[in-house]
């Protein structure tokens, strides 16, 4: 099952995506890359739907590490000058919440890495973070 789930997130963390700035366009990429030690890199697959033009909603799966339940967090951007806000929660618990700005930048064809700064009000730490996906 493990295995399952890892390949699964392995998939959906290929195939990434952003610029949520059109409406039914969906969004699939990668949770924080930075700040990690290439030994320490995980996948953490993000679903992404633009609901409205500048609105995108979306989902990820994380796990801190093999022996922590698997989380599934809710997160939003609202884009604007191609630059976007960032709202999310962590286990679906609205105590754990996150903001940020960012922007993306799309690299070919779809292909985008979304570097952001987020202010984590639990830990009360500020933290660059990068993301790369596809939107199609």
């Not at 990668?30 to 739907?49: F, L, Q």
């Amino acid at each position: 099952m493990r295995k399952l789930i890892l390949s699964l997130a392995l998939g959906l963390g290929i195939v990434a995506g952003v610029n949520a700035q059109e409406k039914g366009a969906w969004y699939i990429g990668t949770g924080d890359i930075a700040n990690k030690a290439w030994t320490e890199w995980s996948v953490s697959p993000t679903v992404g739907y633009g609901v409205m033009d500048n609105l995108m909603i979306g989902t990820s799966i994380s796990q801190t590490d093999s022996t922590a339940d698997v989380a599934l967090d809710l997160h939003a951007r609202y884009f604007w000058r191609g630059y976007f806000a960032y709202v999310a929660t962590t286990g679906l618990n609205t105590d754990n919440i996150s903001y940020g700005v960012g922007k993306m930048f799309t690299i070919h064809k779809g292909v985008f890495v979304d570097p952001k700064v987020v202010y984590d009000a639990t830990a009360k730490t500020t933290n660059l973070q990068l993301g790369v996906g596809l939107k199609f």
